[in-house]
């Protein structure tokens, strides 16, 4: 049995001094109780918490995580710029280098902005292309994330309904649906956004329709509206270029965040020339936006990511992974629905329609040392080499074995607390 004392003792002191204990999507108030919130430390695949326990980690900090935590050529290039200066009166020299690198990799891009957050960078594309086209209407596919800013926040408290009476949602991958939606609102529509491929929570992933990619491509062209592609999540899991680069689909705007960087925090918005005076109209800017020492982080980070094949062993061992786990889970009567890219795995268990079971695998994960999320797509990084996963499946064939020994591993009250809000959640999206 793990230790939980200083865990449980911290979310104790959390809850008096932070409204929600921790909020947003680093919470684990909606995964099983066997989930640790708070972390001592972090390197290469491996995560401990405050107590000690060590697991082998497939959130990558959601994504941030491509190189391995504490990947030394990124931390040394960091710690470099640290000596010199970080947030500073203006922008270092790294800054201009930044969006020549950028430009340089990205196809579509003839410029780039530099920001914090993901969803700074998809309110940054969403006011250049309202003020390239002069219009409100923002197209969205319905059950995307693009953030936590009041025009996308995924819950409508402290949300008004103006934040978003120009918010029309449409179905991905579904090219009638996205024309239906351009068609009522014909003349008013500034963007259409559209993540890489469908990577919605409780789903199973979806490859991108090239006929839906094609059409918000013609649909934006005929109108005047700017195609963005919300690159936040898999940016640089799919490609060395924007995610749709194997299309031969260009979007006008694409968004980046969380990987690269390796970890340091700065996101991006990159763009084409039709886009760029707007960009430059625009007024957004941000205390930390402009420092130096995440910029040193990203360029090391795009030099890693030109110069070695993280990618293609990302994607070996992400095929191990999934193949090892569909072995373990037929050898003990189970199926799973594991879809998407291999490197960004979305493991949900066939015939589990209220994710009991899933979740119960995934208590079990955690209490044999694999972090695995229920019920958000995962991610590998370059240090989740041939020996991790090994690790990773001996572990997890144990949790497996422990699955068909006693599905109940979540109390009772925690069974029908999911049950709940899944049905909820089924409900609300009718
Ligand atoms: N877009 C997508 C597709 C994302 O996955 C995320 C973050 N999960 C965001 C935008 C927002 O990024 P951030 O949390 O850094 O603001």
Redesign the pocket.
Known sequence: VRARTNDLNLVERAAKVLPAGVY??HSVGMLPSGYPQFFGRAVGARLWDVDGNEYIDYLCG??TNLFGYGFEPVEQAAAEQRRLGDTMTGPSALMVELAEAFVDMVAHADWAMFC???????MIALMTARAHTGNATVLVADG?????MPWCTPRQVGVIPADRAHVVTYRYNDAASLRAAFEAHRGDVAAVFA?PYR?DVYADQEDLDLDYAQTARELCDASGALLVV?????GFRIARDCSWAHTGIEPDIS?W??CFANGHPI?AVLGNDKARKAAADIYVTGSYWFSAVPMAAALATLRQIRETDYLEKMIVQGQRLRDGLDRQAADQGFALSQTGPAQMPQILFRDDPDFVIGFNWAQLCIEHGVYFHPFHNMFLSHAHDGTVVDETLRRTGMAFEALRGSHARLSEGETSALKRRIAERAASSD
């Open positions: 947003g999507h959601y994504g914090k957050n993901g969803s700074d960078a998809t995307a994330y693009h953030g936590a993540a990577h919300d690159d936040v999540r898999a968004a965040g969380k996101s």
